[in-house]
C-alpha cells in the first residue's frame, strides 16, 4: 500500500478513485461493460488519447501548449493511407517511421516559432490547427481520394492495430513504453527536470543555464512525434481514414492532461496523472450511452471536466500562495 502512494500523488488517487466509482456504477447497470472484451475496449479506445496526452504533458509543463494536435493526428493518418495507395505492400514499420518524422517536423515548426521566434504557443498551435487541417484536406483533394479504407491498406497494418499479445492490444503495450521512457526521462534526466524549471519559473530558468528555448523546441519535437505515431495508429485501428480524422481531439486531450494533475500554468504533473485523465475520460465516454446519457452531452464531459479541474489547481495556487504569505509574516514578525 506504501508503494502504491509513493507512486501516485493525491490528484491520481483520486482520478482512481473516479476511475473505480465510474466502472462500478456503469457494471451495475451493465455487467459486459467489466467483461474481458469490454476492459479490452476500454484500454484501446483510451491508448491514442493516452500517447497524445504524453506529448501535451511535456508542452504544458512548461507553460506552453498545442491546439494543433487534433489536425497533425489526422495528417499523419492520412499520409499511412496514401503510402499503402502507392504500395499496399509497405511495411508497417516504414509507415509507423513515416508518421512519426511527419509529426516530429510538424512539432518542429510550432516549436520554431514559440522557442525562437518567441510567439506564445497558444496563437502559434491555434494557427497551425487550421493550417495543417487545410493541407490535408487539400491533399484529398489534389489526390482526389477523400476517403481511405480498409481494403487499400495492408492486411498486416491493419492486423497490427487490433492486434494483441497476452490479451494486451498492441496499442495499449505502446502507449505503455511511451509512457514508462516519458516518466523515466522527466524524472531522472536533467533535460526533463528542466522542463519544470522552466514552467515553475521562466526567468529563473534563464538565470540558471538552462537552454530554454532548446528544451522547449524539444518538447514540441517530442510531443509532435508522439501525436505523429498516434496518427498511424489510429489508421491501424480504425481502417478507414479521411481528411477529417483528428477534428476536436485538442480538447479531449487538454481535458485529459489537466484532469491528470498537470498544471496548466505549468511547472508541475506527471505524464502517470495524465494518461489515467485520459483513461477516466475515456471511461465516462463510453459508460454515458450505457447510463442512458444523450450522445451530445459526451462533448460536454470534457469541458466540463476541463473547467473543474483548473478550477481546482487555481484553488491550490491561491491556498499555497496564502500560507506562504503567511509564512513569511511570522518569521519577519
Not at 491533399?139 to 498486416?156: E, F, L, R, Y
Not at 538552462?210 to 489510429?234: C, M, N, Q, Y
Amino acid at each position: 500500500m506504501n508503494r502504491l502512494q509513493s507512486l501516485l500523488s493525491g490528484r491520481e488517487l483520486s482520478i482512481v478513485g473516479a476511475l473505480v466509482a465510474v466502472v462500478a456504477v456503469t457494471t451495475v447497470v451493465n455487467p459486459s461493460f467489466l467483461n474481458a472484451q469490454g476492459v479490452h475496449d476500454l484500454f484501446l479506445n483510451a491508448s491514442i488519447i493516452a500517447l497524445l496526452a504524453i506529448g501535451q504533458t511535456l508542452l504544458v509543463i512548461t507553460r506552453n501548449i498545442d491546439l494543433s494536435v487534433g489536425s497533425v493526428m489526422g495528417l499523419t493518418a492520412y499520409l499511412s493511407g496514401q503510402l499503402f495507395i502507392a504500395d499496399q505492400e509497405t511495411p508497417t514499420v516504414l509507415v509507423m517511421l513515416a508518421g512519426v518524422a511527419l509529426g516530429a517536423a510538424c512539432g518542429a515548426f510550432n516549436g520554431a516559432l514559440v522557442a525562437i521566434a518567441k510567439v506564445p504557443a497558444l496563437v502559434v498551435t491555434l494557427g497551425t490547427l487550421y493550417v495543417f487541417r487545410g493541407i490535408d484536406y487539400g491533399w484529398a483533394s489534389a489526390t482526389g481520394v477523400h476517403q481511405i479504407n480498409a481494403a487499400q491498406m495492408s492486411p498486416d497494418f491493419l492486423a497490427f492495430g487490433s492486434g494483441s499479445i497476452l490479451g494486451i492490444p498492441h496499442l495499449s503495450l505502446i502507449a505503455l513504453v511511451a509512457l514508462v521512457i516519458a516518466g523515466y526521462a522527466l524524472h531522472n534526466w536533467r533535460s526533463g527536470r528542466d522542463l519544470y524549471a522552466i514552467g515553475s519559473n521562466p526567468d529563473a530558468a534563464r538565470l540558471a543555464g538552462i537552454p530554454a528555448g532548446r528544451r522547449v523546441f524539444t518538447a514540441f519535437v517530442v510531443s509532435g512525434a508522439l501525436v505523429g505515431l498516434a496518427g498511424v495508429l489510429h489508421a491501424s485501428y480504425f481502417g478507414t481514414i479521411n481528411a477529417s480524422v483528428g477534428t476536436g481531439k485538442e480538447l479531449a486531450v487538454v481535458a485529459a492532461v489537466v484532469v491528470g494533475g498537470v498544471a496548466i500554468f505549468g511547472g508541475s504533473g506527471t505524464v502517470l496523472g495524465a494518461v489515467l485523465g485520459a483513461l477516466l475520460l475515456t471511461t465516462i465516454t463510453s459508460a454515458l450511452p450505457i447510463l442512458g446519457v444523450p450522445a451530445f452531452w459526451q462533448r460536454a464531459v470534457d469541458g466540463a471536466a476541463l473547467l473543474l479541474a483548473i478550477s481546482l489547481d487555481r484553488a491550490v495556487q491561491l491556498r499555497l500562495a496564502e500560507r506562504l504569505r503567511k509564512e513569511r509574516s511570522v518569521r519577519r514578525a
